[in-house]
């Protein structure tokens, strides 16, 4: 029988959510030295995201904050106030988190379509998955053609514990996804300017239906409400898919049989080659594939001590959890397995990796490979696209330091 609103149990538990929730206590990042050091933001925080921790953040525009590398610390899950920020139109007016519990969200292609509204929402149970959060375009600034964005090099990325209520159950309680659909479209709350075709920017975007498997409709971020900043009151999530596909301030969920026709969809985000234009013909940017890098020590560490070092990163598989980590002392030649670091919060979560060694005087490149359950091996080089997305070469992401 399938449920429905009636019925449903008002919480189902996460095995082992409240150890995860809990987890978010750990992220004891390394603010103290790495604030003191890290050079003054060149732009200051926009007000929608003013509770930033300014010192840890690179600010692009008013809709493109990057975490410092230098940033990132010790802990799994990553700050609120260090997450990075990227959003394709302006954030809405903040009185929409005014009363979190009336905001509306219409659900289509199941068969019992309604409008739910998040108080309603909460009444068919809770989840909590440890996600990693990561734009498309992480990794572009380090594309020697300088594609047109934000040049990312790092830190459009952060690994965040998401809660709500899964999306499977939704469509449960509204009887069951419609025959003959293909495909999950979120569709965002964010105001449309005037005098132009909705659909040319309106933030819009289908993946395929197997990712409702572990979908959640999330009204909390890293235990408490979700900001403004990062789509509250409300906001799909697509665990293992790039952040453009996590729809932001949602206000339609469609199962549609086809993708959007939304120009964010048909021709944005798509893996063109390079000087060329995206269209409907090349692949999507969606899934994310196994990825690694060092955060310490790199070049801002200035030069080291000959002796002993900790080489210290992060490491995930998107849709599949990362297996093992090698890290490189000499620029890829040769490669030592590095040990997992800390809880693991599952297969979207990553990893971070140590690996302790003795560095002599001298120059050394650093690099870390990772390698997820299913066998994928990060690859040495970038995939060259227009739009500089998917970047998860292994070289582009190494670091040079220098020993004394």
């Given at each position: ?154 830190g459009a990325a952060g690994c965040v ?169 000499d620029g890829g030649k040769s490669w ?34 990772a390698t997820d359950s299913a066998g ?29």
């Open positions: 029988m399938k449920p429905d609103l009636a019925s449903l149990p008002r919480r189902h538990l996460l095995a082992g959510s409240a150890s995860a929730l809990a987890a978010a206590g750990l992220a004891t990042f390394a603010r103290g030295a790495a604030a003191q050091t890290a050079a003054a933001a060149p732009k200051p925080l926009p007000p929608f995201a003013g509770w930033k921790d300014a010192a840890s953040m690179i600010v692009h525009s008013g809709t493109t904050i990057e975490t410092r590398r230098s940033a990132f610390g010790n802990g799994v899950i990553t700050p609120a106030d260090q997450l990075y920020i990227r959003n394709n139109l302006p954030a809405p007016d903040a009185a929409i988190v005014a009363d979190r519990n009336a905001w509306e969200v219409s659900i289509a292609g199941v068969k019992n379509p309604r409008t739910l509204t998040l108080a309603e929402l909460k009444t068919l149970g809770v989840e909590s998955v440890a996600m990693v959060l990561q734009c498309s375009g992480n990794g572009r600034g380090f594309f020697p053609s300088k594609p047109s964005g934000t040049p990312w090099q790092v514990m998401w809660s709500g209520v899964p999306l499977r159950w939704v469509a449960e309680a509204l009887g069951g996804v419609a025959d003959g659909m293909k495909f999950i479209t979120g569709t965002g709350g964010e105001k449309l300017p005037a005098g132009v075709d909705p659909k040319s920017v309106v933030v819009e975007r289908s993946v395929p239906l197997a990712a409702m498997a572990d979908a959640l409709l999330a009204w909390e971020m890293n235990g408490a409400p979700l900001p403004l900043a990062h789509g509250g009151p409300l906001r799909l999530i697509v665990p293992g898919y790039t952040g453009v596909n996590s729809i932001k301030y949602v206000k339609q969920l469609a199962f549609t049989a086809q993708e959007t026709d939304a120009r964010i969809m048909s021709h944005g985000y798509r893996l063109s080659p390079p000087g060329g234009k995206g269209d409907p013909s090349q692949p999507s940017v969606q899934e994310m594939g196994v990825k690694s890098w060092i955060n310490t020590p790199t070049a801002e560490s200035g030069t080291l001590k000959a002796g002993l070092v900790q080489v210290l990163g992060v490491a995930f598989g998107g849709l599949n959890p990362v297996a093992k980590v090698e890290v490189s002392l030592s397995v590095a040990r997992f670091v800390g809880p693991d919060l599952g297969r979207y979560a990553w990893r971070q990796f140590a690996l302790a060694t003795k560095l002599p005087a001298g120059s050394f490149v650093l690099a870390s490979r994928n091996v990060q690859p040495e080089q970038r995939f060259e696209n227009a739009g500089g997305y998917n970047n998860n070469s292994w070289a582009d992401h190494a670091v040079k330091v220098t020993v004394a």
